[in-house]
């Protein structure tokens, strides 16, 4: 995919050569040219990464918000595995009650049977004395002591009969209760089980739609870091190019000035650097030198192709010496960047710059100590400082060989 992105840029890396000339103001016209290919080409390079960069913004947002509700998720389903480990308990304590409870309910049922037999034994009795009522007993009394004697007796039937009756009703009605209770509490539970089990299909269904989400972004993101990889790297060949050209330039305007009877062949000439002793481009102290080191963020041994100068957010920024804004804007993890060439294959480059920091344009000559950007701490850093690189010939070298 990042092919088609890069086709444009290639084709004008690929195409862009000295082109031979008739004489030295022919050549300065075409070199001219070349570097204004290049400029409009550089331009839309940072165009497509500024677009990658909002794509991949974007997509980082949904990633932490996706990662928001992966660990809101999280937090019910916590929430959801104490409430059924809840649950178990009570429904062991319950377990435990309706065991209790069925026994009660048999120790019942068997007092039930025992009075239901005394009963069955007084009826079996009465049935056996043949058709006599309480009142003919009473009437059968021999005297008046007999008749009290027999009074207390029949009172004493009827009230064993009465609470038996009585006894018997209210086992009924408890056990009746303890069925009830029983027949209650089971469906309750089955209840709390069924809604504890559904919610946490529910959690883990989302959270899993979740990561699936999670996974197509980062997919995402990382197919468009790789296109705006590709897009960085050609993006800093164009900037060797152009430095290449304007150096080219340089050398032309040389020779049409030696070949013309006139001091000035009427155009620019860039800066040679004269080999001087370089400003230091911050008011800072050294965080970081030159060389290999433990990366802060990614803490893996990488190579550190400049010096860190630290400064708080806002801080100004220096051209190290006389020359060129040769680029500005995002570059890779550098962030916002600032690019400056002094001539004979020497250029200075100024990284992290904050959003809305770089005060100079492309094509701007500038003198050393002048205000360029301020410190920032955009692009891979881990707070405001200002990463300080020196590139001779196209090879990266230590700053303080520059600046001491």
Do not use: C
């Not at 040679?272 to 481009?281: I, R």
């Amino acid at each position: 995919m990042a092919k088609k992105f890069l086709v444009p840029l290639a084709a004008t890396i690929l195409f862009t050569g000295i082109t031979p000339v008739v004489g030295s103001a022919d050549q300065v016209s075409d070199v001219q040219k070349e570097i204004d290919r290049i400029k409009k080409e550089s331009q839309a390079a940072k165009g497509k990464i500024s677009s990658l960069n909002q794509q991949i913004h974007s997509i980082q947002a949904q990633q932490q918000s996706t990662q928001e509700d992966i660990m809101s998720i999280d937090l019910k389903m916590n929430e959801t595995q104490a409430k059924i480990e809840e649950l178990n308990k009570q429904i062991e304590t319950t377990t435990a009650d309706l065991k209790e409870a069925a026994k009660q309910l048999q120790e019942a049922i068997a007092r039930v049977q025992k009075r239901d037999k005394l009963l069955k034994t007084r009826v079996s009795a009465i049935y056996e004395a043949g058709d006599v009522s309480y009142i003919e007993v009473l009437l059968g009394s021999q005297d008046f002591s007999d008749f009290l004697e027999r009074l207390d007796a029949v009172k004493s039937i009827v009230d064993q009969d009465v609470t038996i009756l009585e006894d018997n009703k209210r086992d009924r009605d408890i056990i009746a209760e303890k069925k009830k209770q029983i027949e209650e509490q089971l469906k309750s539970l089955k209840a709390m089980q069924a809604e504890a089990q559904q919610l946490a299909a529910q959690l883990e269904a989302q959270k899993q739609e979740r990561e699936r989400i999670l996974k197509e972004l980062q997919a995402k993101e990382g197919e468009l870091l790789e296109i705006k990889d590709e897009q960085e790297k050609a993006s800093l060949e164009l900037v060797n190019q152009l430095q290449q050209k304007i150096e080219e330039q340089r050398r032309a305007e040389e020779e049409a000035r030696r070949a013309s009877s006139s001091s000035d062949a009427g155009s620019w000439s860039p800066p040679v650097h004269s080999g001087g002793q370089f400003v230091q481009p911050v008011n800072g102290p050294i965080t970081s030198p030159f060389g290999y080191r433990v990366h802060p963020i990614l803490h893996t041994r990488k190579f550190h192709d400049g010096t860190d100068f630290g400064a708080p957010q806002g801080t100004p920024i220096y051209a190290a010496a006389d020359g060129v804004v040769a680029s500005t804007g995002y570059m890779n993890g550098y962030g916002n960047t600032v690019v400056i060439y002094h001539g004979n294959g020497l250029s200075t480059l100024y990284a992290h710059i904050r959003h809305g920091g770089i005060v100079v344009s492309e094509g701007q000559s500038v003198r050393a100590g002048q205000k360029i950007a301020e410190v920032g701490s955009t692009g891979r850093s881990t707070g405001p400082h200002l990463h300080f690189t020196v590139i001779n010939n196209g090879r990266k070298v230590d700053p303080m060989s520059y600046l001491r």
